[in-house]
């Protein structure tokens, strides 16, 4: 690290803490040819993958365009703010976890599908419809029908019946 002063590049390190957030690791060095104290701050890189797109264009990652096509699928919908940053932070651990340089679209779709599947099926429909471009309101049953279909089988292992009401013996 070069000093601020005399851009010398000999210094000792005097203090060390972490960040609140657990996010960064402060220094505080002593520049050991003129004694500058001065202060540095340790990050993690963060790797940013290029996003593939359907038509082949390319374009850097934007986490905000996760949270965007999820508030538009769950716009007056019962699902929290927390969910959503929830599902956005999983998407990119996933990312992050793959290391790839180049992601292509239709994964980070059917992350989100995935995860609005389990949040809400009124918002995975929504999304559906755009993000599938569904053509006709054949699709759009189609979908639907599939989703009822996988969501019978859920209520019955919970014991619930089709209005979700307790069973009774």
Do not use: W
Not at 77 to 82: A, F, L, Q
Request: proline residues 4%.
């Amino acid at each position: 690290m070069r000093c601020p002063r005399c851009a010398g590049v000999e210094d000792k390190v005097i203090e060390s803490r972490m960040s609140r957030d657990g996010s960064s690791i402060r220094r505080r060095r002593e520049c050991t040819h003129c004694s500058n104290r001065f202060t540095t701050y340790e990050h993690v890189e963060e790797f940013t993958p290029v996003v593939v797109k359907k038509d082949g264009r390319r374009e850097a990652f934007n986490p905000e365009k996760i949270i965007a096509g999820l508030m538009k699928a769950c716009e007056k919908r019962p699902v929290s703010m927390d969910a959503i940053e929830t599902v956005r932070d999983a998407i990119i651990q996933e990312i992050q976890t793959r290391g790839e340089k180049e992601i292509h679209s239709s994964f980070i779709g059917e992350r989100i599908m995935d995860a609005l599947n389990s949040l809400d099926p009124v918002a995975y429909v929504r999304f559906a419809s755009v993000y599938r471009d569904f053509k006709d309101v054949g699709e759009f049953m189609n979908e639907i029908k599939g989703l009822v279909q996988v969501r019978k089988p859920r209520a019955a292992r919970k014991g619930k019946t089709k209005k979700g009401a307790p069973r009774h013996a």
